[in-house]
């Protein structure tokens, strides 16, 4: 079985400082990772993804995530964060050996507030 | 390139009733996956349908089912409303290929339907 935890339900930050969203996961056999952002009303839309190589993901809207294989996380990050990236942030995993099509689990999500 | 546009938007049913449910993919895409988002919730997963069959299903009843047409567009059906199946109902399309790491690909994703049982 497959499973990801966002151990915060949300994160407040102020504009222009740095933010971090945290996602750990399990997984049979490699995980593919991935961030998406969904906006209120909207459906899901795709930021970045870890599949293999370098740790460090870098996405869509100036967000990356570090892959840490031995703390099995895959924390979203932006160096700078604006008003316009207050939404709602999932993380989801599909382990390598998952077969029977592109099942997702995700996390329960984390919203995000940034505040000027 | 169209993205993912599923109908209708919004809808209310009683207890009971049958819904029909509607995607259609984006340019390029062979796959399609629903997904259930009860409010408070992350996604999770019903099916995938690719080549017009169903491959792939989450922990749901048979009384969720889907088609997959040859244009790749897709329906989800759900009889005997439940009031616990009202939910933001997600369609994901995607492209397989017989490339490995198709596990990989991106989903993207409709708007949705919210779907409100009474």
Do not use: M
Not at chain 1, 95 to 106: D, E, I, P, Q, V
């Amino acid at each position: 079985a497959q499973s990801v935890a966002q151990p915060e339900d949300q994160v407040n930050v102020a504009e222009g400082n740095p933010l971090t969203v945290k996602c750990t996961y399990s997984v049979s056999g490699n995980p593919y990772l991935f961030w998406y952002v969904q906006y209120p009303n909207r459906g899901l839309q795709f930021l970045l993804k870890y599949i293999t190589g370098d740790n460090l993901v870098k996405g869509s809207y100036g967000f990356e995530a570090e892959f840490n294989k031995s703390q099995t996380s895959f924390h979203l990050k932006k160096p700078s964060a604006l008003v316009s990236d207050s939404a709602l942030y999932f993380c989801a995993v599909r382990g390598s050996h998952t077969g029977g099509g592109n099942k997702l689990t995700f996390g329960t999500g984390t919203q995000l507030k940034v505040e000027l | 390139e169209t993205g993912v546009t599923q109908s209708p938007t919004h809808l209310i049913k009683t207890r009971g009733q049958q819904v029909t449910l509607r995607c259609s993919s984006q340019s390029g895409h062979n796959t399609v996956s629903w997904y259930q988002q009860a409010l408070g919730q992350g996604p999770q997963f019903i099916f995938q349908y690719y080549r017009e069959e169903e491959n792939g299903r989450g922990n749901f009843p048979p009384r969720f089912s889907g088609l997959q047409f040859p244009n790749y567009s897709s329906e989800l059906n759900v009889n005997a409303l439940e009031l616990d199946d009202s939910a933001l109902y997600l369609c994901a399309s995607s492209k397989t290929g017989l490339a490995p790491l198709s596990g990989a690909n991106v989903l993207t994703f409709g708007a949705g339907s919210r779907l409100t049982v009474l």
